[in-house]
Each structure stands twice: as C-alpha cells, then as structure tokens.
C-alpha cells in the first residue's frame, strides 16, 4: 500500500514536468520531436490550444498538421470539432484524410457526420471520397447508409468498391438491391467480388456446396434437361434429352456386337461395334452438355429473376428456390 502511495505521489508530481517538456517539443523546430510533442499532447487537454494553433497554421509542416488532426480527434471536443470543419475545407488530400480519420472518433455526431458525407458527395479527388467512404463503415445511421448506396452510382470504382465494403460492414439490408442491381451491371471483376463479399456479410447469398463427385453424378441424370425445360429454354432441353435417349440406344444396340468376334478376331457385325463406339463419343457430349449448359442457362435465369443466390466457381447444387440442377457454377 505504501509502494502504491509513492507511485502515485511521483506520478502525480511529474505531470507539470510531462506538461513542460510536451510543450518543449510543440515549439520545436525539429519535425520528430513537434509530432511526437503533438501525440503526447493528446494525453493533457490542456495543451488542445496549442494543438490547435499548430494545426491551423499553415507554416506548419503537411506531417505535423496531420498528427495534429487525428490528435483532435482525441481531445473531442466542440472546439477541436469546429477546427477540424474549418480546416476540412483545404485542398490537400492527404490533410484532409488525416482530419476524416479524426471526425470519425466524434461518432455520430451530425456535424461530423455531414461534413464526411460531404466530401463523399463532392469531394474533388477518388482518393478523398474513397477515404470517406471507407471511414463510414464505422456508422450506422440511416442517413450514411442513404449517401453510402448514393455513391455506388460514383464514376470512380475505387469509390464504388469502398462503398460497397462500407455497406457489408454496416449490415442494413435496405442497400441489398442497390448491391444486387451493381453487381448485375458491372463487368469489373474486383468490384464484384466487393459486392459478393458485402451481400455475403449481410447474409443476401444462399450458396449450397455438394462435392465435385456429387456434382459429376447429377451432371448424367435428367435433372439438367428437365432444368433446361422449366427455365423455358426447351430447344437445349430436347437436344439433351435426344443426345442422351441416342447415346443409350446407340449403346445398349451396339453391346452384343462389340463383344462378339470371329475366328480371325474380327468383329462379327462391324455395325453394331462402331454403334457401341458412337454411342459412348455422343454419350460423353450429352454428358459435357449437361454439365456446361443447364449451368449456364439458369444461372442467366437467376439473374433475370434477380434471384439472391449468388455462386462462384466452385462444385455446387444449384437452386433458385424452384429450379435445381448440379455441376460447377458460375457468378449468379
């Protein structure tokens, strides 16, 4: 109890010496030692002026200023708060990420919170609505989902893929048909995978993964064709069904002949062999075209209906709630 006394005694008398050499370090000239004055200051509110001052001050130096920016964000208060909204306004972008990053720690304030939907709506490079964009994801209020879902209708993809991320952090389903809708219209791939990754987060894909063996199997049975039909494309589905229908019979005809040979090892009816052979080369068509098709076809069918099951490349069971069909898939 003694130790813990003096302990305090010495910390509590040390304070005003912290407060000196900090303010020692604010007026230095010496760039390390003015940022790192600017970072201990964020531990004494009373030096918040000092900060200030540095900060306003356009003879300061770009990195110091920053420092000082994302310390304000610290102090958080009405006064650092209107600092950071008189300096947002200057043109240099990587001030101006510093003081985003520092309105952030105000939360939900609406001040704040305007100021960076803002530079989201109007700000004059990618890279500054990019950062704001990014920074909204650590709100949840109606108005930044609004100005979110607003800005994936930005000319940047940059912006639309921050957009997107911030969107899937935040996890209001209300942006889920502004996410689907994108993704339907943009060719980008790394944009899509941004959506696929924000929709998966706010649980809008139903994915059902069976293994590649099981995909394989039901690639040969009627389910494809009969996929093919209920999704209205029932020329491919009849050319499935023949392709399948011929290849069986072309087989089970030709079996008798391709096992049946005579003395000179020749086929008895060379008719029936070749049909057997036929037979398995159409079989093994019918067998990619139920495959590779039915996978293609209703996954355009998904798309059209706006379905909200969404695949990658992966072995998978296909379904849109009404359609089934197996194999490897394809995005949406």
């Known amino acids: 109890m003694k130790k813990l006394l003096i302990m305090t005694l010495i910390f509590a008398l040390s304070l005003p010496l912290f407060a000196d050499k900090v303010e020692e370090m604010l007026d230095s000239s010496d760039l390390m030692q003015q940022k790192l ?3 201990q200051a964020a531990r004494k509110p009373a030096l918040e002026k000092k900060v200030i001052e540095l900060f306003k001050n356009k003879e300061t130096n770009l990195e110091a200023r920053m420092v000082a920016a994302r310390t304000l964000g610290v102090y958080k208060t009405d006064l650092s708060l209107d600092t950071l909204l008189e ?3 200057e043109d240099s972008e990587d001030l101006q990420s510093s003081i985003v990053n520092a309105l952030i720690k105000f939360g939900n304030n609406e001040k704040s919170v305007n100021a960076i939907i ?5 700000g004059k490079t990618e890279f500054i609505r990019s950062i704001a964009a990014q920074s909204l994801s650590n709100l949840s209020n109606e108005k930044v989902v609004d100005a979110l879902i607003e800005s994936l209708d930005d000319d940047s993809i940059l912006v639309r893929k921050k957009a997107a991320n911030s969107l899937g952090e935040i996890g209001n389903k209300k942006s889920v048909p502004a996410l689907q809708k994108l993704y339907k219209d943009e060719d ?5 995978s941004y959506i696929f990754s924000a929709l998966k987060k706010m649980g809008a894909i139903e994915s059902k993964s ?3 063996t099981t995909a ?3 690639g040969i049975t009627p389910v494809n064709g009969l996929a093919l039909w209920y999704a209205d494309k029932k020329v491919l589905a009849i050319t499935d069904f023949v392709v399948e229908a011929a290849a069986v019979g072309m087989m089970v005809y030709g079996y008798d002949g391709f096992n049946q040979m005579n003395e000179n090892q020749q086929y008895v009816n060379a008719g029936k062999h070749w049909s057997f052979i036929g037979g398995v080369t159409l079989f093994t068509v019918g067998y990619i075209i139920d495959i590779v098709l039915p996978i293609m076809t209703v996954s355009k069918y998904n798309q059209d209906q706006e379905s909200k099951n969404v695949y990658n490349f992966t072995p998978s069971f296909f379904t849109d709630g009404k ?5 490897f898939s394809f995005n949406f």
Do not use: H, M, P, R
């Not at 980008?188 to 899509?192: G, I, P, S, T, Y």
């Not at 359609?323 to 194999?327: E, H, K, N, S, Y």
């Open 37 to 39: 004055g600017i970072s």
């Open 188 to 192: 980008d791939a790394d944009l899509k």
């Open 210 to 212: 069976k293994s590649t």
């Open 216 to 218: 394989l199997l039901f």
């Open 323 to 327: 359609t089934t069909v197996a194999g």
């Open 118 to 122: 803002n530079l989201l709506k109007s």
């Open 87 to 89: 300096v947002i306004k």
